[in-house]
């Protein structure tokens, strides 16, 4: 049966838009040109990335939803949305490819009054430029005249339930004010607010500027946690007191480093260097050695050498209770501590193996066994299973890099 809708591009950020238009009643196809989250999703199976829970596939398949690597259903829908990952390249900026390659695909079998709207983090020009040629060329139509064409920033955060897409306000930029208004009928159809930028690169630059937000922020409290320890103040203390501000004050916190999709983006072709965003990148990505560091510190003011310790990592995820280990700093704590010759282990209920180097990291099944037996337990990342009191009574060391511990329970970052 023909779709509606296609989302292309069945990540972290096609997936949950994919789920509200379902639920809102909206004919759906999800194209990928991986044949493995089809193959996933068809069997009902749940992304480990943690989009979308299990019983969520069921109900989108139920009411209609399909999976497909087939691009000729690009070509039976009103409206599609590119969500196609747009990963760092090696020039430090956004790599464009799977974006590039879904426009040509969608460009080949686009049909006058469709609606085209990407989604993806895209550098400010993106769609206007770019995009539009690839689906003018490959179609032979003119955007903002034969089709609709419009920028909207994805907003969501994995393993969070609200406040949902449909509780998310959404900002749309649009070639035309008429590309906007059409772009805007179809979001309404399941989000409550919609935003309208002035136009694609406002939008496109809303993205850049919540991305780079996060990671300033972050990078902020990760010098502070330095600082702090220095200093000899409890800076989780800190962060609660601080918190208590009405105004002017959002609290971040610390961690063994930034994990996630959304990459901070320093540079914008031949533009000037956003320069905060470069120095709040040089800090976050200073933090695994830094955790490293106190690790070895820990195990020397015991009398104990980082050769040859035993070393267990607790949560490997960049993100609690979910098994995606996109951009987690734990695969260099772990090389950075072989490197000094310790015996590296991990547990983490999520992730059932894990190599680095290529090669595998031990498991520890018993979580009380292993960190009794270790010369340092680490905690990287808090899943909620973890009785971390119990588990401060149990290590020998325990460093928690995320102030998740009682006070005074553990050496905390």
Not at 182 to 211: I, N
């Amino acid at each position: 049966m023909p779709a509606d809708l296609a989302v292309i591009g069945l990540g972290h950020h096609g997936l949950p838009l994919a789920q509200a238009a379902t639920a809102a009643g909206i004919a759906t196809v999800g194209f990928d040109t991986d044949p493995r989250p089809v193959a996933e999703l068809t069997a009902g199976r749940p992304p480990v990335d943690g989009s979308l829970t299990a019983s969520e596939i069921r109900r989108m398949l139920s009411g209609g939803f399909r999976a497909t690597t087939d691009p000729a259903e690009l070509g039976r829908v009103r409206t599609a949305v590119l969500c196609a990952p747009t990963p760092p390249g090696p020039d430090g900026g956004l790599d464009l490819t799977a974006v590039t390659d879904a426009a040509r695909a969608l460009a080949a079998r686009l049909r006058p009054h469709t609606t085209v709207v990407l989604e993806s983090p895209a550098p400010p020009g993106t769609t206007e430029g770019p995009l539009r040629e690839l689906l003018e060329e490959g179609s032979g139509l003119r955007a903002g005249r034969d089709f609709h064409l419009a920028y909207s920033p994805g907003r969501v955060d994995p393993g969070t339930r609200l406040p949902g897409l449909a509780g998310t306000p959404k900002v749309i930029g649009g070639l035309t004010s008429a590309c906007t208004e059409s772009a805007a009928a179809f979001y309404g159809r399941f989000t409550d607010k919609v935003v309208r930028a002035r136009g694609p690169r406002e939008a496109e630059t809303v993205k850049l500027l919540e991305t780079n937000f996060r990671h300033v922020n972050i990078a902020l409290v990760n010098e502070m946690a330095v600082l702090c320890h220095e200093l000899g103040v409890d800076l989780w203390d800190v962060i609660r007191c601080a918190e208590t501000k009405p105004f002017g004050f959002q609290a971040f916190r610390p961690g063994p480093g930034v994990g996630g999709h959304g990459v901070p983006v320093e540079r914008l072709g031949g533009h000037r260097p956003l320069r905060l965003v470069e120095l709040a990148g040089q800090v976050n990505q200073r933090m695994p050695r830094y955790v490293v560091q106190r690790a070895a510190t820990l195990l020397n003011e015991h009398g104990k050498s980082a050769r040859g310790a035993r070393i267990l990592l607790l949560g490997i995820t960049y993100k609690p209770d979910l098994a995606d280990r996109e951009g987690s700093p734990a695969d260099e704590i772990a090389h950075r501590l072989m490197d000094l010759g310790a015996a590296v282990s991990f547990h983490d209920p999520h992730v059932p193996d894990w190599r680095v180097r290529d090669l595998p990291v031990p498991r520890a099944d018993s979580l009380y066994e292993a960190a009794a037996h270790a010369d340092l337990t680490v905690l990287l990342q808090h899943h909620r299973v973890y009785d971390l009191q119990g588990l401060a009574v149990k290590a020998q060391l325990l460093l928690d890099t995320r102030g998740a511990t009682p006070a005074g329970t553990a050496h905390r970052l």
